[in-house]
């Protein structure tokens, strides 16, 4: 197969980044490894990084990068790759090597099976630190519940979608712990599946207890009203 993708790939793969000088050449090659008779793109979105990750991006006629002037955050650079993905099926990773790309091919199956929409992969076996588990799991509980979304793991980053799913995302800070909820509110199809959780490969986590769940349940509140005040229509003709 060309390592040209087309014009509209089957797949495009959507990683914010931030600071992963140490860890994007190597995302690349396993990203070129996992997906090998695929036709996808690789999306990266620079969110104001203030090391040597854009240097270090080997650019490829696979490979597009946008770059953001001053770090925006995680939402403002999955917002603006989800957009600028040209794929019928979209994936979003981290770029700190602990989301496993070789869970992408199964999750993309399920989407072509027609199974689902939005496949949403949760960590099985996470390999971070028992703080940060016990919050994590706290905000997954009390937000799965109040929002309704089902959803047992919204933390982790590895999803893979339709294209279309992409209407329904708003750009707000926070965003990226909603995707399923702003997806099933506009009656997409969501199925979860556990995948590999690695640990972090080098680099810093860029989430405390600050900016994780005292934020997310102000979100919470947030994008609960607005579900709650979503215009629901359907057309039977237009001429």
């Known amino acids: 197969m060309s390592c040209t993708p087309s014009t509209e790939p089957e797949l495009s793969v959507v990683i914010p980044l ?3 000088e140490d860890n994007v050449t190597l995302l690349q090659d396993e990203i070129e490894r996992v997906l090998n008779g695929i036709d ?11 090391d040597q990750t854009v240097a270090r991006i080997r650019r490829d006629k696979r490979t597009r990068l946008i770059r ?5 955050g995680q939402s403002a650079a999955m917002f603006a790759g989800i957009h600028a993905a040209k794929g019928r099926v979209i994936a979003l990773l981290d770029g700190d090597l602990q989301n496993d790309p070789a869970e992408i091919p199964a999750m993309l199956a ?8 939005l496949v949403c992969g949760y960590r099985a076996k996470r390999k971070d630190t028992w703080s940060k588990r016990i919050t994590s799991r ?7 519940r109040f929002i309704g979304d089902g959803i047992r793991d919204t933390g982790c980053t590895l999803k893979v979608m339709k294209r279309e799913c992409r209407q329904m995302l708003i750009p707000f800070y926070g965003m990226h712990r909603f995707i399923p909820a702003l997806i099933k509110g506009g ?3 969501i199925v979860e599946m556990p995948v590999n959780h690695r640990a972090r490969h080098s680099g810093v986590s860029k989430y405390g207890f ?9 979100d919470m509140f947030g994008v609960a009203w ?5 215009v629901r229509y359907r057309v039977i003709l237009e001429e």
């Not at 953001?68 to 925006?72: D, G, M, Q």
């Not at 399920?110 to 199974?115: F, H, M, V, Y």
């Not at 706290?138 to 799965?144: L, Q």
Request: hydrophobic share 35%; no cysteine.
């Open 18 to 20: 931030f600071n992963e």
């Open 40 to 50: 996808y793109e690789l999306v990266l979105v620079d969110d104001g990084s203030q």
């Open 68 to 72: 953001f002037e001053k770090n925006a």
């Open 110 to 117: 399920r989407i072509n099976s027609g199974e689902a929409d």
């Open 138 to 144: 706290v905000a997954n509980f009390i937000r799965s």
């Open 187 to 189: 009656g997409y199809r």
């Open 210 to 218: 600050s900016n994780r769940a005292l934020k997310a349940t102000v």
């Open 226 to 230: 607005l579900l709650s005040r979503q």
